[in-house]
């Protein structure tokens, strides 16, 4: 039996507000104190620039960060290490996707993207575009908001569709595609995959060979991990035809000014000195969580989202946004005339944090006929009294503004 009491107290901010209702957890997670306390061990007792010092500090860091990448490929069940890049976040990690990946595509090739995506995995393609004379095929979404597959089948049988960016779980709306089918229709068109998993990886299983996708990207602070850190995973098969897209130190094997030979791969794609201190973090909110029952959590999450769901289908006036089958334990939410910002106010006046706005989802926003939400996000450490609470003053409140 999941104790949520004992999970919760893992994490200090919210044993510092013993008041506070968070549930904006897709935006970002809380930390448990393993995390902070990892973070602050690396500075006290390891610190140092990687991969090129000879001190027994320097080989601590470099053995503190790649020992994080392969704690990385273990999570995501990676084939090797090396198909793990570190960045700065999923949307740096889509931009180097898009800076790499992107440029073995040539003018007059198209890149599917789902209506779907947060900007991050939208922008860079469309960027990319511009740049190379590649179109993008919007890819519609069905009644429920789920992905159009029939759409999905005809978009792939174009013979100039050469890559698919979808996401594994939307942030707008939680649903939740499913992947593996998607990638196994866009491997027979020999179409790339390119998967934002930011909002999954805190809750679903990850498995990239499963999955059979291409790429697959995420940021470490929506999975208890801190903000500064990114991965994109890239099968060693495409990682071994793409160029570098950042250059300066420690991207390269000799430099002249005759001509400059690259770092085998990863290394290529990581130039600068990385991000050390976030790279332990991450490793040790991975680690943490492989070692939580995450069946278990899961179960919690879908519960209280059950519990959520229900509850605001009793409250006059509420409109939630997104059917899918399979949804994450998130819920977009309007309120008629009433602007979700004004409802966001109250509840935060009542300490109950929640996200008002576009989500960085405006194309999905428009497909719906609306400009703004207010997204209802939940974690493990969540509550049924948190829900509860939320609920109640949500209700007041739309009581009070209709
Ligand atoms: N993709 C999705 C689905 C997201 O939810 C987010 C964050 N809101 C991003 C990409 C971008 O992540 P970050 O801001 O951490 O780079």
Redesign the pocket.
Known sequence: MFDVAAFKQQFPLLGHYPELIYLDN??TTQKPRCVLDAERAYYETSNANVHRGAHRLAVAATEAYEGARDTVARFLNAASSDEIIFTR????A?NLLANTVGMLLSPGDEIIVSTLE?H??LVPWQMLAERRQLSILPLGITASGEIDLAELATFLARPRARLLAI?HA??AIGSIQDIQAICDMSRQHNCLTAV?G??AVAHLPVDVQALGCDMYVF?G??VYAPTGI?VAYIHNKLLQRIPPWQGGGEMIETVAFSGTRYATPPGHLEAGTPPIAQAVGLAAALTWLAQQDRAALLAHETALHQQLEDGLRAIPGVVIHGQAAHKLSLSALTFGHVHPYDVAQFLDAQQIAVRVGHH?AQPLQQALGITSSLRISLAAYNTADDVARCLAVLADTLDMLN
């Open positions: 897709a935006a976040g999923a949307t740096e889509l947060h991050a995995n996401s939307s942030n934002d930011a909002q940021s602070h929506k990114g960085c």
